[in-house]
């Protein structure tokens, strides 16, 4: 990056266990004059940044959000010019279904550099946190992330053939509310109605909860189980590895040398 232009730092918060953020990242977050995070952050990673960096919340959820995105892009661009290091911190990876790409692209028609620093994002992160595989030899040879949510709350309009395919796992982010609609269009499709499905909600988090059911269930077990977003769909035969290689115990999740910075911030 030039050192004659401003510039803002797009970095990936991971999907909440604050040891799961890249050495980057944290060493990013403390060298920050301004940060803005957003909602998917977690309470344990915002607890990271030092005092007396300014912490400039802009969370969006499904129908409420605090702060629009073009509200989001002119705000980054104003700190970027303030001659400030400014970190944007984004849950999970900012281009993996985080607009990051969108913002990047906003500061550098403004003349504003940009860096991106990857984050783990949910897929990975919270399939392993659940005991899933993405890929298993002979299982599955293919992964799709799909979003599950559309703007303005339309109608998903996916190639819901293309992605009615066994040996592929199927990750939609974002799906709860039209899970419904994906267990219909993947069976109508051809996929299998007993194919094995997940829904792993909070996942990494010391709140992970876990619902392992098929695709023909999951939206009833989903309800009964009172799950709720952020949680991430995982569709495919590797999801049968779950109760077999569930490492995970979420209430064990004690974090020592990086607690013990955010105490100390």
């Known amino acids: 990056m030039s050192n004659n232009k401003p510039v803002v730092y797009l970095v990936g918060a991971g999907p909440g266990d604050p040891d799961l953020l890249t050495v980057k990242a944290l060493r990013l977050i403390n060298q920050a004059d301004v940060i803005g995070y957003d909602r998917l952050v977690s309470e344990p990673i915002v607890a990271l940044i030092p005092h007396g960096t300014q912490r400039v919340y802009v969370g969006k959820a499904p ?89 303005a709350d339309q109608p998903l309009e996916l190639n819901w053939k293309s992605l009615a395919d066994k040996q592929t796992t199927l990750v939609f982010y974002m799906g709860i509310a039209n899970l419904s609609q994906l267990r219909e269009e993947l069976i109508k499709a051809g996929l299998d109605a007993s194919t094995p499905a997940a829904a792993v909600e909070n996942g990494t988090k010391s709140t992970q909860r876990r619902c392992i059911s098929t695709l023909d269930n999951l939206a009833t077990d989903i309800q009964a189980m009172s799950i709720r977003s952020p949680a991430l769909i995982i569709i495919g035969d590797v999801v049968s590895f779950a109760d077999e290689l569930n490492w995970f115990t979420p209430q064990s999740d004690i974090k020592d040398g990086i607690e013990q910075q955010a105490a100390e911030n």
């Open 63 to 151: 129908g409420k959000h605090h702060m629009g995105q073009d509200e989001i892009n002119s705000l980054l661009l104003k700190l970027a010019k303030s001659n400030r290091k400014v970190v944007r911190l984004k849950g999970g990876d900012p281009f993996i279904f985080g607009r990051g790409s969108e913002e990047a692209q906003y500061l550098v028609q403004h003349g504003v550099d940009f860096e991106y620093i990857p984050g783990i994002t949910a897929a990975a992160a919270c399939s392993a946190y659940a005991g899933i595989p993405l890929t298993h030899r002979g299982m599955a040879r293919s992964v799709r992330l799909i979003t599950g949510h559309c703007r």
